[in-house]
Each structure stands twice: as C-alpha cells, then as structure tokens.
T-cell receptor, first 115, second 114 residues
C-alpha cells in the first residue's frame, strides 16, 4: 500500500506570493492533518480535515488555510507569504475509524523557502 | 494533552538495547502514550502506543509504569539507522472520527554509536 505523498517536495517563493501544497493520504484514510516544522518552533499542528470538514485548527493566522476533497486528498494554502513561513510542511493521514486510539502516518514533507 | 519530559540527547552502542525514558506525571486516565521518531529531514514515523499495559511490536517495546506517570521505549537491538529524534506524546483517545493535532515537544536525540 502506498504511503502518504506530498507535492511538490521543494518550493521557493517570494514574499507576498501565495502557495498551494498537496497531500494524498494512504488509501482508505479519511483524516488528513497538516503540520509546520521550523528549527525554532519545532513541529506545530496547523489543522485537520475529516470527510471534507475542518475539525481542528492550531494557532496559526488566517493566511493558512486548507481543504479536503471527496477522495480525501488535501491541499493547504498560504497567502501573502512571509519570510517566517519558510519551513517543512508535513501532512499526516490517519484511518481515524477507531473509537479507542489511532496513529498518524506522515509524508516526506514539502520544503518551502520564502525569499 | 499532558506535558512530557524527555532527556535532550542519549547515546547507545550499536547492537545494544536503547532505553528512552519519558516522564508524564500529569497524564489523565484517558490519555494514551505515543512514540514517534524523526530521522533527519524525513517525516515523523509512528513507532508504538499504549494505555497502561506494556506493548511490543516489530519495532520496539513500550513499558508503562503502574501509576502511568512515566514510560520507557525500548529498541532491543539498536542499529545506526535508529539514530533519530524520538518524541513521546500523550493524548486523549477520541470518538466519532477526526483527530486533534499531536503536540510534539523537543524529543530525545538518540545517537547510535558504531
């Protein structure tokens, strides 16, 4: 079974631009979560989508948004890019059908550099 | 979610058992203990999780103390490829689908020495 895939793997953008990142979860997984990883702040939760609905959101400004499609694929968008948005953006998928516990499976990430 | 405390770094000789401690003294009764690891420049990898019983899978064993205030992840025969940052996370279970975000601390940087 294929793992979580993220595209593109690397991206360079200029301040003020916007960017869209894509994530394809493991087949059958309905939950997709997004994380930002920077050297200073570590791994931080952005938001989670389940069945095309955003269920949870971390403490990030409204410039960060996302969506999920009916096939569970997800995109995240960052508008008006700032230098501080340079980071590794990670997507994680989960089966999320257990009433007890679950694990998340992470993709390789998209390395975004803002200049 | 409960806060965890881990040593910032540890060394272990190749072939020996690596024992990574985690303190979670404020854990609640419905919180699970999860372990993930992140090899440099890769996405985090799920290792194991448990509630109160010891757990073992093909990657590792998880030992949780009886009072659940601490746990130890054991890699039985460490290899160079086990060099990574290991994160101990405690979080509630959930119902009805959906997932709250995982709260990653700074983790333990485990270095396997040849």
């Amino acid at each position: 079974k294929a793992g979580v895939t993220q595209t593109p793997r690397y991206l360079i953008k200029t301040r003020g631009q916007q960017v869209t990142l894509s994530c394809s979860p493991i087949s059958g997984h309905r939950s997709v979560s997004w994380y930002q990883q920077t050297p200073g702040q570590g791994l931080q939760f952005l938001f989670e989508y389940f069945s095309e609905t955003q269920r949870n959101k971390g403490n990030f400004p409204g410039r960060f948004s996302g969506r999920q499609f009916s096939n569970s694929r997800s995109e995240m968008n960052v508008s008006t890019l700032e230098l501080g948005d340079s980071a590794l953006y990670l997507c994680a998928s989960s089966l999320a059908d257990s009433l007890v516990s679950y694990e998340q499976y992470f993709g390789p990430g998209t390395r975004l550099t803002v200049t | 979610d409960a806060k965890t405390t881990q040593p910032p770094s540890m060394d272990c000789a190749e072939g020996r058992a690596a024992n990574l401690p985690c303190n979670h003294s404020t854990i609640s009764g419905n919180e699970y203990v999860y372990w993930y690891r992140q090899i440099h420049s890769q996405g985090p990898q799920y290792i194991i999780h448990g509630l109160k019983n010891n757990e073992t899978n093909e990657m590792a064993s998880l030992i949780i103390t009886e009072d659940r205030k601490s746990s130890t992840l054991i890699l039985p025969h460490a290899t160079l490829r086990d060099t990574a940052v290991y994160y101990c996370i405690v979080r509630v279970s959930y119902s009805g689908g959906g997932a709250d975000g995982l709260t990653f601390g700074k983790g333990t940087h485990l270095i396997i020495q040849p």
